[in-house]
């Protein structure tokens, strides 16, 4: 058993940067991949990153490649999405979540509960 709990949201202007933490309790977490997922108003959960159990192996979405970076700490057992170059379009909740390697939040087994980041203009 996994469980999640997000922090570091909030509101900043475009250009701006915000560093979202992902805290896990459990001794498996490190045995999962960790995904960053994002949803916005009225859209579907989106793909944002994924890492694997050893953080050495990620993957990001189109979208945000090149800005965000995601890492983990097994130490802390902590996962961390650093947010670069924030635009409007990345306003959304974020949730962090474990499981499966993919791209898909099917893959995933547990979720944190969220937080809001929002980009103004």
């Known amino acids: 058993q996994v469980q999640l709990v997000e922090s570091g949201g909030g509101s900043v202007q475009a250009g701006g940067s915000l560093s979202l933490s992902c805290a896990a309790s459990g001794r498996t977490f490190s045995t999962y991949a960790m995904g960053w997922f994002r949803q916005a108003p009225g859209k579907e959960r989106e793909f944002v990153a994924v890492?694997?159990?050893?953080?050495?192996?990620?993957y990001y979405a189109d979208s945000v490649l090149g800005r965000f970076t995601i890492t983990r700490d097994k130490a802390k057992n902590t996962g961390y999405l650093q947010m670069k170059n924030l635009k409007p379009e990345d306003t959304a909740v974020y949730y962090c979540?474990?499981?499966?390697?993919?791209?898909?939040?099917?893959?995933?087994?547990?979720w944190g509960q969220g937080t809001q980041v929002t980009v103004s203009s």
């Open positions: 890492a694997s159990g050893t953080g050495i192996r990620t």
């Open positions: 979540a474990a499981g499966v390697w993919g791209t898909e939040p099917s893959t995933y087994t547990y």
